[in-house]
């Protein structure tokens, strides 16, 4: 089992940065594949990065490419998403996501969630 804990989100300009933080207890993050999600209002909740257990290249979506960073840091048992150059198209919920495997694009295959945080891209 693994707990997974959001935070970092917040109220920032186009063009501003945020890093997220998906902190876990229960468990090492190094065994799981982390996965960041992301869910507007009244769309459907999409992956937008993913880094897997071994030292596979993460993975991105077009929309973030270029522009997010996803990274861990197995000593704090954290994975981090730096969000650069954001875009109110970016305003979200992010929730992180666990799997003991490598990284899928479902958000089916990932068993445990973290609560989400809210990221607000706005003028």
């Known amino acids: 089992q693994v707990q997974l804990v959001e935070s970092g989100g917040g109220l920032v300009q186009p063009g501003g940065s945020l890093r997220l933080s998906c902190a876990a207890s229960?468990?090492?993050?190094?065994?799981?594949?982390i996965h960041w999600f992301r869910q507007a209002p009244g769309k459907e909740r999409e992956g937008v990065s993913c880094?897997?257990?071994?030292?596979?290249?993460?993975y991105y979506a077009d929309s973030v490419k270029g522009r997010f960073t996803i990274s861990r840091d197995n000593a704090k048992n954290t994975v981090y998403l730096q969000m650069n150059s954001l875009k109110p198209e970016d305003t979200a919920v992010y929730y992180c996501?666990?799997?003991?495997?490598?990284?899928?694009?479902?958000?089916?295959?990932?068993?445990?969630w973290g609560q989400g945080t809210q990221v607000t891209v706005s003028s």
């Open positions: 996501a666990a799997r003991g495997y490598g990284c899928s694009r479902s958000r089916y295959m990932y068993r445990y």
């Open positions: 229960g468990s090492t993050l190094d065994d799981y594949a």
């Open positions: 880094i897997s257990s071994s030292d596979g290249s993460p």
